[in-house]
């Protein structure tokens, strides 16, 4: 009977002891829970964030906001296309009708993906060990040029077809920012700062002939030449300049340029300015500046560079911008410092406080509203 009654309460410890275990198991399941993917956003009325992310670190992202739902989806390109990743370093994104064109520099790649569904359609590899494309411009529905920052050099592609046209155009060293009139592509050749400052066209735009990619002419006085812009209409050209970080004293600037003749309009002295970006009606030129973002009324002929908004916030870096197509709103990308998650602030020219804000990825630097 005492044996009986062991093995009867034996029994009864093995079977509370495997209900708590199952319960254990069950419980763990729970806390796990299946996440459910986001349906990605898809239509027009939204806007394109590219965050370059971490140079060698493979984390480039591209975030999303429905204008419509007021919603934003972060790392929207892996969403859309889970066996893909953007690459590294995601520099420069430009939008040809419902087409999307991403300059991806250490993978050597230009992405190109539909831009109402987010969807991959293609990529554009450069073949070059140092071609790294930094910053596009499409011409036509035909012709596209991409700059190469460590070869010294342009490539013309087909934005149509996805191919190559000619592999490598030489320019001047660390060519960056590029812009192009029907008749001819500005190239600015940076020079990388101090870096490569004394070489021969560092500091200067190259003016290439479209049809035969021949430099006609060099645009000079540009010492650390980043970013160039045109106007709508195409008949100037607007050149950024920062000048070299070892002439401490020294202040950078922008130049007007006719884009047709060539000739040097007016110019404006200031602290490092960057991303420039047209008001909706095309007059007003926007730009980041030291302390937050200025704007040049070009139509004024004694326009002056005047204050649009200020930072608040003195060790944040505002690194890139866009103005809305219709409302003329700023968006501004915060990197932050750089290395941790950036963010994308909404403010109208003179507002004191954001009209929203939110995070997005790594280094946001270009937007794009489609």
């Not at 399941?29 to 299946?34: G, N, S, T, V, Y």
């Amino acid at each position: 009977m005492l044996n009986r009654t062991r093995f009867f309460c034996a029994n009864l410890l093995s079977r509370a002891v495997f209900l708590a275990m199952l319960f254990f198991v069950v419980q763990s399941c729970r806390q796990a829970p299946i996440i459910a993917p986001i349906t990605p956003i898809v239509g027009f009325d939204g806007v394109y964030i590219l965050c370059e992310g971490l140079w060698r670190q493979d984390n480039a992202t591209l975030s999303r906001f429905d204008s419509a739902k007021e919603i934003v989806q972060n790392d929207y390109f892996a969403s859309v296309n889970p066996s893909l990743r953007l690459g590294d370093t995601a520099n420069d994104m430009v939008l040809k009708g419902d087409t999307l064109y991403i300059a991806v520099s250490t993978s050597r790649s230009i992405e190109i993906l539909q831009a109402s569904s987010g969807k991959w359609l293609g990529r554009i590899r450069l073949d070059g060990m140092k071609q790294e494309p930094r910053c596009l411009s499409i011409v036509n529905d035909t012709t596209a040029f991409c700059t190469n920052l460590n070869d010294d050099s342009v490539t013309e592609f087909n934005p149509r077809t996805f191919t190559i046209r000619t592999a490598r155009i030489p320019v001047g060293p660390a060519p960056e920012g590029i812009a192009a009139s029907n008749r001819y592509v500005f190239v600015a050749n940076s020079g990388f700062g101090d870096f490569r400052a004394s070489e021969p066209k560092a500091g200067t735009v190259s003016v290439l002939d479209v049809q035969t990619k021949q430099e006609r002419r060099t645009l000079t006085g540009l010492p650390n030449v980043s970013d160039i812009a045109m106007n709508r209409q195409k008949t100037r050209l607007y050149a950024a300049y920062r000048h070299l970080p070892s002439k401490t004293d020294s202040l950078g600037g922008i130049a007007e340029f006719d884009a047709e003749t060539l000739q040097e309009l007016r110019r404006w002295r200031m602290k490092s300015p960057l991303a420039l970006n047209f008001s909706a009606t095309g007059d007003t030129l926007f730009y980041v500046g030291d302390g937050g973002v200025d704007f040049l009324a070009l139509r004024q002929v004694d326009a002056k560079p005047t204050s649009a908004v200020r930072k608040t916030d003195k060790n944040v870096v505002w690194y890139g911008l866009g103005v809305h197509p219709r409302s003329s709103a700023l968006w501004i990308c915060n990197a932050k410092d750089y290395s941790s998650q950036g963010e994308i602030i909404v403010m109208q020219t003179g507002g004191s406080a954001p009209i929203r804000r939110f995070d997005v990825g790594i280094n946001p630097n270009t937007i794009v509203f489609f």
